[in-house]
């Protein structure tokens, strides 16, 4: 069997480190960013995202275009994972040379299983966005082990996603036209037609709020948590002068055994639970069988005015 | 005036705990559809993964009750009393 391995080229090698340094780049920034405009403070302070830039356009602070910490955050996520993928696919074999193929490919697999069986054969081609949203909502919770603030406990980065998962739905819902999407709201008895209309909405509010819920409480109650151990240190510590006091002993440990819980796993969590529901409202949007009808339909009536054009 | 802003604060702190008793219901609803599930693995353990799968999916949308008695507790702890406070003293100065 003739099974060397070829030695990849230089020129490969460059472009990998160029991806690598590009993937860790965006995060150290944020870092540095964060680490500049942090004001010098003691004690809890649980407060929204700081707020980087703010563009007066006049008239009241509500219509101001403003630059936040949770915006530049997200975005510095996503051209970590952006490079990540670029990063992961470089290098593309039919007979695979390098390990990350494997995983690229493992990945690919497991997005398309996934979508294939919550959403049907008429979503096959939903793969790259479920992933996208998974990717995204899984980094942008885990920034928080660098010490960022995570975008994702900022309700309006949130609210975008759910936004856009909701438009998609609505698209999917009109698919068999506007009278058709009117009349679904009337069923099953056309009292209801009032509830249905809130529940509606109710999908894009309930899956912001669950994601934005679950990040922002686990990282509440790990300030709270990390406070208390610092004052507790500081209780018993006291007789030992002011200096020694003021180390917080009693904070090496615990707080991580409760990261692993509130920042990985939840996040990783939330992100999955994001993606399904994205999967289940989109795929349960969709009446194919009425949108099959209706293109019979269709097709029908250009046959017989083809037809009757001929003649 | 300072006791204007005393009462809004501890009624402030009064609702949010008030409110995060709707964490019950959350608590029990899980922990309902967790011991379903157990019991479904138990009969049936080469069906773990759909079961798991759907229990996580449940249990998210359980939790929403919860979870939205936790944004109105952190609102009226961090964003209300600030909200209040202003336009009381909004409404003395005039």
């Known amino acids: 069997m003739n099974d060397e391995i070829k030695k990849p080229s230089l020129k490969f090698k460059i472009v990998d480190i160029i991806y690598i340094i590009m993937m860790v780049l965006p995060l150290v920034c944020g870092m540095v960013l964060d680490i500049l405009t942090t004001p010098a403070s003691s004690g809890v302070n649980i407060a929204g995202a700081r707020i980087y830039y703010e563009i007066d356009l006049g008239g009241s602070r509500f219509f101001n275009i403003i630059i936040s910490e949770a915006q530049v955050n997200s975005v510095l996520v996503m051209i970590t994972i952006f490079f990540v993928f670029l990063y992961l696919t470089h290098g593309l074999k039919e007979r695979i040379e390098l390990k990350r193929q494997h995983l690229a490919e493992i990945i690919v697999q497991k997005v398309d299983g996934l979508v294939g069986e919550n959403m049907g054969s008429d979503f096959s081609a939903f793969g790259p966005f479920i992933i996208a949203i998974m990717a995204l909502s899984a980094f942008s919770s885990l920034t928080s082990l660098l010490g960022l603030y995570p975008p994702t406990s900022d309700m309006n980065v949130v609210a975008g996603w759910a936004i856009l998962v909701f438009m998609i739905i609505t698209y999917y819902k009109l698919k068999c036209g506007p009278l058709y999407y009117l009349n679904g709201f009337t069923k099953p008895v056309f009292i209801l037609a009032p509830i249905n209309f809130i529940s509606e909405f109710a999908t894009p509010v309930s899956m912001a709020f669950r994601h934005y819920g679950n990040v922002m409480s686990g990282g509440v109650i790990s300030v709270l948590l990390s406070t208390f151990l610092a004052w507790l240190s500081g209780l018993v510590l006291g007789w030992a002068g002011d200096y020694i006091s003021a180390i917080p002993i009693f904070q090496v440990g615990l707080p991580a055994i409760f990261s692993i819980y509130f920042d990985i796993f939840s996040g990783c969590l939330q992100a999955f639970i994001f993606a399904m529901l994205t999967m289940l409202n989109i795929s349960g949007a969709f009446d194919a069988e009425e949108y099959e009808r209706r293109k019979k339909k269709k097709l029908e009536k250009k046959k017989l005015k083809n037809i009757n054009g001929g003649n | ?94």
């Open chain 2, 1 to 94: 005036m300072e006791l204007a802003i005393g009462i809004i604060l501890g009624c402030c702190a009064l609702g949010a705990g008030i409110a995060m008793i709707a964490g019950i219901g959350p608590g029990i609803g899980e922990g309902q559809a967790v011991a379903k599930a157990c019991e479904a693995i138990g009969r049936q353990p080469e069906s773990k993964g759909a079961v798991t799968t759907t229990m996580i999916m449940g249990c998210a949308i359980a939790e929403t009750t919860g979870l939205y008695a936790l944004v109105i507790a952190i609102l009226l702890i961090f964003v209300a009393p600030q909200q209040f406070v202003n336009v009381l003293t909004s409404a003395m100065g005039k």
